[in-house]
């Protein structure tokens, strides 16, 4: 497996925990085009590797990440461009929300804008507390354009979205928390990602990959039609070797030796 050299984020995996880490600390980890870039070639290193399991992002310095970079956002010349740039984005976050394995965003200092967007295209959110999150977008004549229109709403409601979206306040970790957006808070963000990767990494990892499928597979789709997907991945799940020891190990009350079969 070829990993690429990367100029603006690390890339490392310890025992089958991959960690990404965005690396512009001087601008706040500003998503510039480039680090769009090396993010959608990170995800398909990840998508490509057996051996990650899971998958934490994370910034460097003083922050998750500060948004789109401004100075890039100011030098868009017309709405056409404008627009494909909102679509690279989009494609970018789409990649990482579609990893087949869980993904959790670790995010500290800020998660503005595109950051928090990123963070959305994520699975699982934990904070430091004292961070803030936010979409300030329509401060700046914007809206928000790599999916936190769509993906806020989904996670949090209309409503509570749009109080976001419409003020672009900042929202403290603690109120995050309290409102669904993310789901833990720790004194370290890493150290919190890492604890909930290791709970997540002790079931089959077969049927990690099936539960989330069911998840992200049915979002779309009408109540019915998700149900039949969910009955196919069950079906899936309960045909894999992992299914028996789990079962077994329950009965002979003994932990699970998993081997993602
Ligand atoms: C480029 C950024 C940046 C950004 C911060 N910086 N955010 N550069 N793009 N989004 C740079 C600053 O210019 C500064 O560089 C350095 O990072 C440190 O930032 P400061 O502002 O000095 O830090 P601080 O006073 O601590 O304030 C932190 C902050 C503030 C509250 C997070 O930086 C801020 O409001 N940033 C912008 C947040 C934002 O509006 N994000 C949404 C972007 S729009 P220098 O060189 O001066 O030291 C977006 C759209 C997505 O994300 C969808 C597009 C389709």
């Known amino acids: ?85 909102a679509l690279l984005g989009q494609q970018v976050f789409a990649e990482i929300a579609a990893l ?46 790599f999916g936190g229109t769509q993906r806020l709403p989904r996670l949090i409601g209309r409503g509570r979205a749009l109080d976001l979206i419409l003020t672009g306040r900042h929202v403290p970790a603690e109120e995050a928390l309290a409102l669904g957006l993310v789901n833990r808070l720790g004194e370290d963000a890493l150290e919190e990602a890492k604890k909930l990767a ?12 099936l539960a989330k499928e069911s998840v992200v597979r049915g979002e779309g789709l009408d109540l019915a039609e998700a149900l039949e997907i969910e009955a196919d991945l069950f079906g899936y799940a309960a045909a894999t070797e992992d299914m028996r020891e789990g079962v077994r190990a329950f009965l002979e009350k003994r932990p699970p030796g998993f081997r993602g079969e």
């Open 100 to 145: 087949p394995v869980p993904t959790i965003a670790a995010i500290h200092g800020y998660a503005l804008g595109g950051g928090l967007e990123l963070a959305l295209a994520c699975d699982l959110r934990v904070a430091a507390k004292g961070a803030k999150l936010g979409l300030p977008e329509v401060g700046l004549g914007l809206i928000p354009g």
């Open 1 to 85: 497996l070829e990993i690429p050299e990367f100029a603006h984020l690390a890339y490392e995996v310890e025992e089958g925990l991959a960690l990404v880490t965005l690396k512009r600390p001087e601008a706040l980890n500003a998503l510039s085009q480039d680090l769009l870039q090396e993010l959608a070639e990170v995800a398909e290193v990840i998508a490509q590797d057996p051996e990650v399991r899971a998958v934490i992002f994370a910034g460097e310095g003083k922050a998750f990440a500060a948004g789109a970079d401004l100075k890039e956002i100011a030098a868009l010349k017309d709405p056409f461009a404008a627009r494909e740039y």
């Open 198 to 209: 290791r709970q997540i990494l002790k079931n089959a990892p077969v049927a990690l990959a």
